[in-house]
């Protein structure tokens, strides 16, 4: 793990689906399931019950969660919840001449590592009839006769605590060289970058004192970015968008934003909204000055906050989108390589 070596070659995952008689067909590519990032959990639930089974999946590299909806709207479906796990019944639906017998249990797993809440479903098809239902009381049973008038439940913005918040990168972004330049960095001494706005209370209140501990520390090097100042306007959207790429969807961006760059000129925290003297002398020590290698960064930050693993190869591809849409052509370059 430390080191980026894949156990399994880094083959894009598969998925197979069951054709009957025996066979399956690898229907990977047309379903969006070959990521190439290290999975370590596929977890099937009818998350937006709408009576079609969605899918949870987790990676050990790359972006750690995905959510991938099932947008197949069943006009009907029935849904089986007994409260308990380990419950079963046996389902028959008849639709035209053919009848079928389908196995409705719910479980305390479902696949490698997972686990779900104790209710199961299976979508109707259009003129497919319930028959009966042997193994436990019909009154389980529950026919609907339309999707579910609800939405998937938020999965809440990062970071997952309340403002102030750090992030740790569990593995340091390189930062392009052009972009190091314009910001004044100089190889071999750790930088802090720090984007304020003048009409923040936050900025007025607590960034004066830490700007002062940090310039008498002397021992990192300190750039401010003024959001009014338009000269500083391509830096200040340049650090937003990587900020926001690394805090991933939904994430709340907030003044001031700091970023602290490495010696090597690699991103190793972010913070948002709030800047001590306390916080960042640690950060110095455990990711600037003597850095903190691998799954132990995970410890020092928000449960769930980090979202790559140590040493292992790293996806640009999206950030690299990200910045060129945002009109950085260079640094997208960078990220394409």
């Avoid at 399994?8 to 229907?27: I, K, P």
């Avoid at 950030?319 to 009109?327: M, P, V």
């Amino acid at each position: 793990m430390e080191s980026g070596v894949s156990w399994s070659g880094h083959e894009r995952n598969v998925a197979w689906l069951q054709a009957g008689a025996g066979r399956f067909v690898d229907v990977s590519a047309i379903t969006g399931l070959d990521q190439v990032e290290d999975g370590r959990v596929a977890l099937r639930c009818d998350w937006d019950g709408d009576g079609d089974l969605d899918l949870w999946l987790r990676f050990r590299s790359g972006s750690t969660l995905r959510y991938m909806e099932n947008r197949a709207d069943p006009d009907r479906h029935v849904a089986f919840e007994p409260g308990r796990p380990g419950a079963s019944v046996m389902v028959e639906t008849s639709f035209g001449e053919e009848s079928t017998s389908t196995l409705l249990q719910t479980r305390t797993s479902d696949g490698y590592l997972a686990g779900v809440r104790p209710r199961a479903v299976l979508a109707l098809r259009p003129g497919e009839e319930v028959l009966g239902a042997e193994g436990l009381a019909e009154r389980r049973l529950q026919v609907v006769a339309r999707p579910a008038e609800r939405k998937a439940p938020e999965a809440g913005s990062l970071p997952a605590h309340e403002l102030p918040g750090r992030v740790v990168l569990r593995t340091a972004l390189p930062l392009p060289p052009g972009r190091l330049r314009e910001l004044g960095f100089r190889p071999g001494r750790p930088q802090l970058v720090v984007v304020a706005d003048p009409e923040c209370e936050v900025c007025a209140g607590v960034l004066p004192s830490a700007i002062d501990a940090i310039v008498e520390d002397g021992r990192i090097a300190l750039t401010r970015l003024n959001t009014r100042n338009k000269a500083d306007g391509p830096a200040v959207r340049w650090a937003s968008t990587t900020a926001a790429h690394i805090l991933g969807p939904g994430a709340e961006l907030d003044t001031p934003l700091s970023l602290l760059i490495g010696p090597g000129g690699r991103l190793q925290t972010i913070l948002v909204g709030a800047l001590e003297w306390d916080g960042m002398s640690q950060d110095l020590e455990w990711f600037a000055l003597e850095p903190v290698q691998g799954a132990l960064r995970a410890s020092f930050d928000p449960p769930g906050a980090s979202r790559w693993f140590h040493g292992m190869a790293r996806s640009s591809a999206p950030l690299a989108q990200e910045l060129l849409e945002a009109g950085f052509d260079s640094e997208a370059a960078f990220y394409s390589k």
